[in-house]
């Protein structure tokens, strides 16, 4: 994730226009600002997003989810397994 990237985050979230889980709604208002960057980064990237907006950590090595071995077993773990 670039700073870019994050700071067009914050930038949405600090909004308070849509609940940063709805990606289609974050991706909807990004597009409306211009935020090009981050209208690419969600469709691309969509783990590390939120993976970010669970605990504010951007540079998550990511695993599978039946790799155990290598994938955190936590809440968000869980989260990106069962939603994505």
């Known amino acids: 994730m ?16 849509t609940n940063m889980f709805d ?16 209208v690419l980064y969600l469709e691309e990237h969509p783990k590390p997003y939120f993976q970010f907006i669970l605990t504010g950590e951007s540079d998550i090595e990511y695993g599978t989810c039946s790799d155990s071995a290598t994938y955190r077993a936590s809440a968000e773990a869980l989260f990106l397994c069962l939603f994505l």
């Open 2 to 17: 670039t700073e870019i990237v994050r700071a067009q985050i914050l930038v949405i979230r600090n909004s308070g226009v």
């Open 23 to 38: 990606l289609a709604r974050v991706q909807l208002e990004a597009a409306a600002r211009g935020m090009k960057e981050l």
